[in-house]
């Protein structure tokens, strides 16, 4: 904003340019501005091209009513939290202050909080600096800085997001943001300013303003506020103040300090913009339009704002009118849309007022309001309301509705009288704010007020901390449950116990309204205590026991607490009725007691208790109230709770508990006999199970009852055996286990492993709490009292008749509750309702019949009854409204008043009787819970059964559960069951009936349904991608599987066959089977003879002939038909993600599975393969697998069905195996490896870390062993022809090694035998210990330690063994080049060191004392004898052959002086033929002329020199013609004038070189020479299809080529065409930059941005793209777009990439754009990063060719003096010279040196070197 007063002079002499500049001003605002009705539904803003387009209108709408710097909105509504924006400004007012952060109140409702941290910056280095020291006294809390109503300019300073989507606001005053938009030209003297108190002077104080460079002083004579006198102003308190005097070009101010003046004085229009406009500044505004929702209103002469509905005073809405003027605040500034919010309350307006915070008419914050009325709707904003106390209440749009409703004001607004509750009170608006929520209105809980000690609560566990556990009791109120309070003993590990997410219940044990604490407990003993609680002192009266815990426990006794901080002490003598003389032994902090007070004064606070006297008491007690368990009982119900009924035992009246889940065996008949009982009814045939201390516990289960009676049930563990049998009931359910519960408290536990016989995944689904088991112990802890017991249905066994004796009282207890509410409710409904019973036949009349959804009924009798039967209980029998039926009853549910009918003619009709133990068939007709109705086949009987033949069954899967029209084989126990009123007693067993028939209940009837083969009329229903639904001629539905559509030859790839049919054709069709009509899965017996209700019906044209007869295959035959290796055509049908596999289907009762492997070909597809293949699409198959056990076919999608060697296919890495490779699983089943050596072409170290468990990749197949295959990695594998040539080579067979040889491989061991190092998967060289290291080496673990496995190391073939296949290797310095492999810090002995070398050397020098003969002989015996020694000791040979070769080489020196001495160096091995490593192919001899150099050398050179002399001659002569002729044809050849005239000529040249994109470039330029496009276009299109696919390069430069002709001669349309086909065969990146390059180069400027743009959205992370787009903005004069696409980069890509990514921006800055820009970059990065001397490389040499000689001669003197290795200075001081020398003088270059010499000098030796 320094060139602010630049841009607006002041004065009258340039008014046009004022008014020019905010013109100007006004289409830069425009491009912030959207079209009015994006605005009134979101303030989302639309892209530039839209917001100029839109705002050039406004501007020539208001050309007569003058300019706004910002744009007017057309809808007022409040402000938003989803408008709210990082940096924007906001008047607020402090709503509450505590110690480290401020509440403050925002306009609209909104509440954001100021912390400690954000006051001023003087402030916090104050806290800051007294954090280390123990005087505190000159910190001032934040009390003492701010008070409830003080108003505040805050700026927002992050908006964060907690985990349930709440938003909180932070807040800042500091001065540096919210006048950061002010500078020293912008002030002027009156306005108002707010700032922070940096220090105090003499004669008054420094304001912090946060203007760089500026200085405000406030003198102690100008604060006139009695509250903030300047004396008693405190560091970092906030002040709001007037400017009244500018010096030094606004370096210093003088403020002062008048509220009164400030409150009234008016901002000015000079001085004032958008960009530093402040919030509570005093305007007088001008009415531009009045709303029903707001104003409209100009103010400062160019700026537009609103006053939305909560900022208009009442009383004078009346008054406003267009053209009238009023003063009003500034409120907000959204800095994105520009507008600016205006208040016009008076208490904002008013000067010399604080904001109340608190309500006129009390705090009602929680309270819920009944008969509200809405008394104005704003749109977009929310409603106002009415309370019964003409108190008027806003309620926010949003709470207007549930959070998942759509919003309907006009719903909201027909509802007379609302419920409200009262959530909040915003001081800056002075009113209440409610919701209508519903959910919000019926929390018990909204505030921490609603809360009172000792309650109960339910809550949600948040999240586990070291001193507790956080529980969400509501949205707005947390609660601790501190460590000791988790449970009844002190956990180890809570987080076991306790998961996020996890539903509690707590106590509570205090609540801090002011300070919003809560303090919970999780103890059962407290939670569940019945006694009084002492809430306080007065309550804890002399001889009264509640429950308390011990919070700390003395040698005098134990401190108990109870709520509220009630505490009192149990002396020691009060501990026991045993002596204990140290309570710290028996008791512990957290422990829970019954406390009896001995002892209370509430004045005083102080209580004594005792734990003895409740034991004394209990005890009486239970003297008094024993009740015998076992004992049956009656008892009256006294109060219904949650989990259970309060009962008290008649006749005594002894209180007990009946729990829910005991009232039945049936768990289904548990609830519904809690809610048929009430308070006041008597129970019978009740029995105590548990008795515990003053609680006794009854039940209901008429099984647990007989165990009881029977004495079967264990009284206590001494009675428990292994093997004994109990019933109990499910306690509680765990992950590892469930608890099962027994008489006389027992609890056992039944291990997750001995639940069930089969394999459960979920145990939490399998059982019920409270659900009656069978258990049998199988393991005994006496020790600590615990056993363990089995589920399992094998190991438990059933009393007989148990089955049937469950089902009659389960029978029973639902027509009980029948009775009862019958009873209670004397309705006729009721009475008729309970009459009714299963099998009853009635007469009704039909009410609704829909096809497919069933019907309903009426009848007279039954008024008010919904009398229902299901579609299958109505199928073949045509309904219409009106039409009178017989039906017969299923099942009556008195509690929704619901009766289920069936209409079936073969359960109508007249009964069969039925005999004892008869078998027969039977339907399941209708399930409620756990019991079912049946009907027995051909009989027209009803019965009812229990769906669960044991009680410890568990149905885990849908296919396990019965339904509706499944069969079952039921034998009759007894034709007539008076507990069964009078219907069969049967059992049933889950077998198909003994006729071969189809499970669907519609085939039962012969007389309908449609044969096999027959023709039939259709109209298609609807059409999906893998079938048709037909609607019949008579009204019943058919399906056409999506492969007998059409015929399968004409089937093509990826077509979608069903999509040639249309919905509502009709169709011919013919019957091929038939579907079950309850799951509607193909059935799996299709014969000629059997008739279908739903039939498989067929389109294709060969089948629908008369003539041709069809003939019945069964799934199996069918399957049975398929070949491996056939191709065969199928449909997708279904894609499963978690095991990413595909499922297909080729017929309607066969289908089959692609695995991942087998669907794609390329890795990059592996991530989404469900894209490439759609539901219903037709794909070409082949068999891999027929599986008739799995009834499926394996198939595979990438044209092979089997795997051959020397193939490529794709693989899954399974696991990374150190020793080995990689394991891998391949398509079709197989698995194979990946040895070390075969994994890259070049050997990296540690080559198993670029692999991870589950990638894809593509792997060469090179052999299968055993079932197994061996693969390789190699590149040159896989893509030999791209492929560099592998510098370590693969190694086969031990013929591809030679001796000498130089090889890398990977150690694998480590043994006494030596290093063995793996050099191919079947080849493991060996190298010894004294071939493995220079040093002596006593113990190979020396090596083992050094050389881990898979270490990476150069070895040399000394020796191979081609018959055993065993290769002795080297790694010794002098064979390998490399260093040694143990490292010289081990201080290891050298080889041949000491004694051994001292004799060595005494033998040598005692042999050449000798004469020559007697030398020659003791030599000759020397050497046989140690020969014959070293063979007889089995030694390697290596020493010996290196002894006699030194002797041999000593006497040929003294023998032979003209021969050339064999080298004595410390090779091993020595070359026998006389072969130069030097000497070319051509000059090499037969080694048989070398055998004889030594004998005869005269002879050899006799005879070979005749034929050479004349072989020398012809061979030049013909040597010369020869080159002549070559030489001849090469200049033709390098001619580039020589080129094909004709096409002829290029197609022989293509025939040659048909990869050659060079050659069909040139073709297709002779045709475009010649205006031929469509020649050059089909050149190309031949071009692609010809040239190999591994040639990538070449195939990239066609379509460039292609790319440059249709832009040139084709559309758009063609163009776009080509560059899609493009993108599909290449890599991506080179064709988007060819085509941007194409762009650019024919000035068509546009594309090629836009093309870029979508560049940097797809390629964000790549480099090579943004550097692109640069240089072409660059290019363009785009600089600033530039510098935000660099600033763009830097966000998307990594952050290790940014400091290249400046360099390469500032390189094209220097050579397209600004170099003064560029060197400002290149400046910053060497700033940050000045050891980077690559970077001061390039900078160097782009400033010496831009730059001026002193600014280069600046860079080198920075440079020699960084603080980098002397060889990098030393480089740069050559440089430095040799510019000099260049460009420089005599005393330039001398000055060079004379820093050299400094340098140098300063570095000493070092440098010198």
């Known amino acids: 904003m320094d060139s602010v007063e630049e841009d607006f002079p002041r004065g009258g002499t340039v008014k046009k340019a004022i008014e020019s500049k905010i013109a100007r001003r006004v289409e830069v605002d425009n491009l912030f501005q959207s079209n009015e009705k994006e605005e009134s539904k979101k303030r989302k803003w639309g892209s530039k091209d839209d917001g100029k387009k839109v705002k050039k209108q406004k501007t020539i709408e208001r050309g007569e009513d003058g300019l706004a710097l910002n744009a007017p909105t057309k809808c007022v509504e409040i402000l938003h939290i989803k408008n709210l924006k990082e940096g924007m400004l906001l008047l607020g007012c402090v709503k509450e202050v505590y110690d480290f952060e401020v509440s403050v109140g925002l306009p609209c409702g909104l509440q954001g909080f100021l912390s400690i941290r954000n006051i001023c910056d003087s402030y916090t280095k104050l806290l800051t600096e007294q954090l280390d020291s123990v005087d505190t006294e000159d910190i001032c809390a934040l009390p003492q800085l701010f008070s409830p109503g003080m108003m505040l300019r805050c700026v927002i300073a992050k908006l964060d997001v907690a985990k349930g989507g709440t938003t909180s606001i932070k807040l800042s005053i500091n001065p540096k943001l919210v006048n950061k938009a002010l500078t020293s030209n912008t002030l002027k003297v009156g306005m108002v300013l707010s700032g922070c108190v940096e220090s105090h002077e003499d004669h008054g104080c420094l304001v912090d303003i946060g203007i760089k460079g500026t200085k405000a002083f406030l003198p102690k004579k100008t604060a006139k506020d009695k509250q903030n006198n300047s004396d008693e102003l405190k560091v970092g308190q906030y002040v709001t103040c007037q400017l009244k005097e500018v010096k030094n070009d606004g370096r210093l101010l003088r403020l002062a300090f008048n509220p009164s003046v400030i409150g009234q004085t008016c901002a000015e229009s000079q001085g004032w913009n958008l960009t530093n406009l402040l919030p509570g500044l005093l305007v007088k505004a001008t009415i531009r339009k009045v709303t029903k929702h707001g104003l409209l209103m100009n103010f400062l002469s160019s700026f537009s704002g609103q006053v939305d509905c909560l900022h208009m005073e009442k009383e004078m809405t009346s008054s406003y009118t267009e053209g009238s003027t009023v003063v009003a605040r500034v409120l907000y500034i959204e800095p994105s849309t520009r507008l600016v919010g205006l208040s016009l309350r008076g208490y904002i307006v008013q000067p010399e007022t604080r904001i109340n915070t608190f309500p006129v008419g009390g705090d009602r914050i929680g309270e819920v309001v009944e008969d509200c009325r809405i008394t104005s709707m ?58 209508l929520r519903k959910s919000v209105i019926k929390k018990p809980f909204f505030r921490y007020n609603d809360l009172r000690v000792g309650q109960i609560v339910e809550g949600t566990v948040s999240v586990m901390l070291k001193h507790g556990m956080i529980v969400n009791v509501s949205s707005h109120i947390r609660g601790l449950v501190p460590h000791t309070h988790l449970s009844d003993i002190v956990l180890k590990n809570p987080e076991k116990k306790y998961a996020e997410g996890m539903k509690v219940r707590c106590r509570v044990l205090s609540v801090d309204v002011d300070n919003k604490k809560l303090v919970l407990t999780r103890k059962k003993a407290l939670i569940e205590s019945s006694l009084p609680l002492f809430l306080s002192y007065e309550d804890a009266r002399i001889g009264s026991v509640s429950h308390g815990y011990i919070v700390c426990v003395k040698n005098f006794g134990c401190i108990v607490r109870f709520y509220n901080g009630v505490k009192g002490l149990v002396p020691v003598n009060e501990l026991s009725s045993e002596v204990i003389l140290n309570p710290e032994e028996v008791f512990f902090v957290g422990q829970v007691f019954k406390a009896k007070v001995l002892q209370c004064d509430p004045e005083k606070e102080k209580m004594l208790l005792s734990f003895k006297a409740t034991v004394m008491d209990t005890e009486e007690a239970k003297a008094q109230f024993d009740c015998e368990v076992g004992k049956r009982l009656e008892a009256r119900v006294l109060k219904k709770s949650a989990n259970g009924l309060e009962v008290s035992i008649l006749p005594d009246e002894v209180p007990a508990i009946l729990p829910t889940v005991h009232l039945s065996d049936l768990m289904s008949n548990c609830p519904m006999l809690w809610e048929a009982l009430q308070e006041g009814d008597t129970i019978s045939n009740l029995v105590c199970f548990l008795q515990n201390k003053r609680k006794i516990t009854v039940t209901k289960k008429p099984s647990v009852i007989w165990s009881l009676e029977e004495g079967v049930a264990a009284k206590d563990f001494s009675e428990i055996t292994v093997g004994m049998q109990m019933i109990g009931w499910v306690k509680n359910i765990m992950a590892y286990g469930i608890f099962v519960e027994f008489p006389y408290g027992l609890v056992g536990l039944a291990p997750k492993s001995a639940i069930a016989d089969i394999f459960i995944t979920d145990i939490t689904t399998a059982f019920q709490l409270g659900q009656t088991v069978i258990a049998k112990v199988t393991n005994l802890d006496e020790e600590k009292k615990r056993f363990l017991v089995t589920l399992k249905i094998s190991e438990v066994t059933v009393p007989e008749g148990s089955v049937q004796s469950r089902l009659m009282h389960a029978v029973q207890e639902r027509r009980a509750v029948t009775e009862m509410i019958a009873l209670k409710d004397t309705r006729d409904l009721y009475q008729q309702l309970a009459a009714l019973t299963v099998g009853q036949r009635l007469k009704l009349v039909v009410d609704t019949a829909k096809d497919g959804d069933g019907a309903s009924f009426k009848s007279d009798d039954l008024l008010g009854a919904t009398i229902q039967a299901t579609k299958h209980h109505v199928m073949g029998i045509q309904l219409t409204p009106g039409q009178k039926v017989n039906a017969v009853v299923l099942y009556v549910d008195i509690l929704s008043s619901t009766v289920h009918v069936s209409l079936l003619s073969k359960l109508v009709s007249k009964k069969k009787k039925l005999t004892e133990e008869s078998q027969h068939s039977a339907i399941l007709q209708h399930i409620e819970k756990d019991l079912a109705v049946i009907s027995v086949e051909g009989t027209a009987h009803l019965t009812i059964i229990q769906t669960r033949s044991h009680l410890n069954e568990i149905i885990q899967s849908d296919t396990g559960k019965l339904r509706a029209g499944m069969y079952l084989a039921i034998e009759v126990v007894e034709p007539t069951c008076e507990q069964l009123q009078g219907l069969p007693l049967v ?14 209940e519609n085939q039962v009837d012969s007389d309908t349904g449609y044969p096999f083969g027959e023709i039939l009329q259709g109209k298609v229903r609807s059409v999906k991608p893998t079938n048709i639904q037909v609607t019949l001629e008579d009204g019943s539905t058919g399906y056409v599987h999506v492969s007998e559509v059409m015929e399968t030859a004409e089937v093509l790839q990826g077509s979608f066959p069903t999509a040639s049919v249309k919905v509502g054709s009709v169709l011919t069709c013919r019957v091929i089977g038939g579907r079950e009509a309850s799951s509607n899965s193909v059935l799996s017996i299709s014969h000629p003879r059997c008739k279908y209700t739903v039939p498989e019906l067929t389109l294709i044209p060969s089948k629908l002939d008369e003539k041709i007869e069809l003939t019945s295959v069964t799934p199996q035959e069918k399957l049975s038909s398929y070949k491996v290796g056939e191709e065969i055509t199928c449909f997708v049908s279904k894609f499963y993600p978690e095991r990413k596999s595909l499922e297909v289907t080729c017929d309607p009762s066969v289908s089959g599975t692609v695995e991942l492997l087998a669907m794609i070909t390329d890795p990059k597809d592996s991530s989404h393969p469900e894209k490439l293949y759609k539901l219903g699409q037709a794909v070409k198959a082949k068999v891999v697998e027929v599986s008739l056990k799995l009834q499926r076919l394996l198939l595979s999608l990438t044209g092979s069905h089997e795997l051959e060697a020397g193939s490529i296919t794709l693989g899954m890495v399974t696991s990374m195996l150190p020793h080995l490779g990689l394991a891998v699983k391949l398509p079709f089943g197989n698995m194979g490896s990946v040895a070390i050596t075969d994994l890259a072409d070049a050997y990296k170290p540690n080559p198993l870390a670029a692999f991870k468990k589950d990638q894809l990749l593509r792997f060469y197949l090179l052999s299968s062993e055993n079932d197994k295959w061996h693969l390789s990695l190699r ?17 086969s067979s031990v013929n591809d090694l030679q001796d000498g040889q130089l090889i890398r491989g990977y150690v694998k061991s480590v043994s006494e035998q030596g290093v063995f190092i793996r050099l191919s998967n079947s080849i493991i060289g ?178 070979s020199s005749k034929p050479q002399k004349k072989s020398k001659q012809e061979l030049e002569r013909e040597k010369k013609v020869a080159e002549k002729a070559l030489v001849q044809r090469e200049l033709e050849l390098m001619d580039p004038q020589l080129q094909p005239k004709d096409a002829a000529a290029f197609e022989r040249l293509l025939l040659a070189s048909p990869n050659s994109s060079l050659l069909w470039l040139q073709y297709m330029a002779q045709h475009l020479q010649a205006t031929q496009i469509e020649q050059a276009r089909a050149v190309a299109e031949r071009a692609l299809k010809t040239i190999s696919f591994r040639e990538e390069q070449e195939k990239l430069n066609v379509w460039v080529a292609l790319l440059n002709l249709e832009n040139m001669y084709g559309t758009q349309e063609s163009l776009k065409k080509v560059f899609e086909r493009a993108l599909q065969f290449c890599e991506p990146i080179p064709v988007y930059q060819q085509l941007a390059d194409i762009y650019a180069k024919s000035d068509k400027i546009k594309e090629a941005e836009n093309l870029y743009k979508l560049m940097v959205k797809r390629f964000r992370q790549n480099k090579v793209v943004w550097v692109s787009y640069g240089t072409f903005l660059l290019q363009q004069g785009q600089s600033d777009a530039a510098s935000a696409l660099l600033q763009r980069a830097l966000t998307s890509l990594p952050s290790k990439e940014s400091v290249d990514m400046i360099t390469k921006f500032a390189q094209l800055e220097f050579r397209y754009g600004n170099t003064e820009k560029g060197r400002t970059m290149f400046d910053k990065v060497l700033t940050s990063y000045p050891k980077r001397t690559d970077l001061w490389s390039v900078f160097i040499d782009l400033m010496v060719k831009h730059g001026s000689q002193k600014e280069v001669r600046a860079i080198f003197d920075r440079v020699i003096h960084l603080s980098v290795s002397i060889k990098k200075i030393k480089f740069f001081f050559k440089r430095y010279l040799e510019y000099e020398k260049k460009h420089g ?24 070197s």
């Open 378 to 435: 704003y749109h977009m904003s929310g409603a106002m309301l009415e309370l019964p106390d003409k108190t008027l209440a806003f309620v926010h749009k949003n709470n207007l509705k549930e959070p998942n409703e759509q919003p309907n004001e006009n719903r909201v607004r027909a509802i007379p009288k609302h419920t409200c509750r009262i959530i909040d009170f915003s001081p800056m608006d002075q009113i209440h704010f409610a919701t």
């Open 987 to 1000: 059992s049933w067993k889950r077998t198909l009936p003994k006729r071969q028939r189809t499970v669907s």
């Open 1326 to 1503: 060996r190298a010894e210990l004294q071939q493995s290291s220079k040093y002596f080496v006593n113990n190979h673990t020396i090596l083992k330690n050094h050389l881990p496995a898979n270490s990476l190391l150069t070895t040399k073939i000394i020796r191979i063994d081609r018959k055993e296949k065993l290769v002795d290797l080297s790694l010794l310095t002098e064979d390998t080049g490399k260093p040694d492999v143990l490292p010289e810090s081990l201080s290891l002995p050298l080889r041949l060191l000491g004694e051994e070398k001292r004799k060595h050397d005494l033998e040598k020098k005692r042999k050449r004392s000798l004469s020559e003969s007697e030398e020659n002989k003791k030599v000759s015996k020397a050497s046989k004898k140690k020969k014959k020694t070293n063979v007889e000791d089995g030694d390697s040979g290596v020493e010996v052959y290196f002894r006699e070769e030194e002797d041999q080489g000593d006497k040929g020196t003294k023998s032979d002086a003209g021969n050339v001495s064999i080298s004595l160096g410390p090779s091993r091995l020595q070359v026998q033929a006389g072969f130069s490593w030097d000497l070319g192919l051509s000059s090499l001899k037969p080694a048989t002329a070398n055998k004889h150099a030594d004998s005869s050398d005269g002879e050899d050179q006799e005879e």
């Open 1785 to 1808: 003088t005599p005393q330039s270059i001398q000055a060079v040196k004379e820093k050299a010499m400094e340098f140098v000098e300063g570095k000493g030796i070092e440098a010198a």
């Open 1275 to 1291: 590149p040159s594998r896989l893509n030999p022809q791209q492929a560099k040539p592998p510098k370590d080579i693969e190694v």
